[in-house]
C-alpha cells in the first residue's frame, strides 16, 4: 500500500526503499507522515532477519527505538538494515535510512524468533 521496494536482501541485510510523494505521503506539516519511515524500517528489519531464518522460523517486532533526525521530503528513500546480534528467540537489528545522500533517521529494534504455526 505504501509503495515499498525490496532492493536487496540476504545474509542477514535488507535494502528497501520507496519514493516519497508530496500527495501520497505528506502530514500537513509538509513532510512525509513519520509512518512512512517507521514502518520501511521495520519493514527492512524484519527482511534482514528473516534472510538468515530458516522455513520453519518466524519472527515479531518486540520493539524498536526509532530516531528521526531530519524531515523526510519528496524522492528516494532507502533503508538499510542489518542483523546486529541473533540469539536463540530474540535478534538485535540496526536500521539506517537515508535521503539524496543524507541520513535522515536511524532505528535499533529487538525482533521475537518463534516457531512457525504448523501447517505454514
Known amino acids: ?3 515499498f521496494q525490496m532492493v536487496k ?3 542477514g541485510r535488507c535494502r528497501m526503499a520507496i ?3 508530496r ?3 505528506f502530514n500537513p506539516q509538509g513532510v512525509a507522515h513519520g509512518g512512512v519511515a517507521y514502518s520501511l524500517a521495520d519493514t527492512a528489519m524484519g ?3 528473516t534472510s538468515e531464518l530458516p522455513d520453519h522460523l518466524w519472527c515479531a517486532t518486540l520493539e524498536i527505538k526509532f530516531n528521526y533526525h531530519v524531515g523526510v521530503g519528496e524522492g528516494l528513500l ?3 538494515a542489518s542483523v546486529l546480534h541473533r540469539g536463540k528467540r530474540i535478534a538485535n537489528i540496526d536500521a539506517r535510512l537515508f535521503q ?3 541520513l535522515v533517521a536511524s532505528a535499533n529494534g529487538n525482533f521475537a524468533i518463534f516457531a512457525a504455526p504448523l501447517g505454514q
Open 1 to 3: 500500500m505504501l509503495g
Open 9 to 11: 536482501r540476504g545474509d
Open 19 to 21: 519514493d516519497v510523494e
Open 23 to 25: 500527495g501520497r505521503h
Open 47 to 49: 527482511g534482514a532477519l
Open 78 to 80: 532507502t533503508c538499510d
Open 100 to 102: 539524496h545522500d543524507r
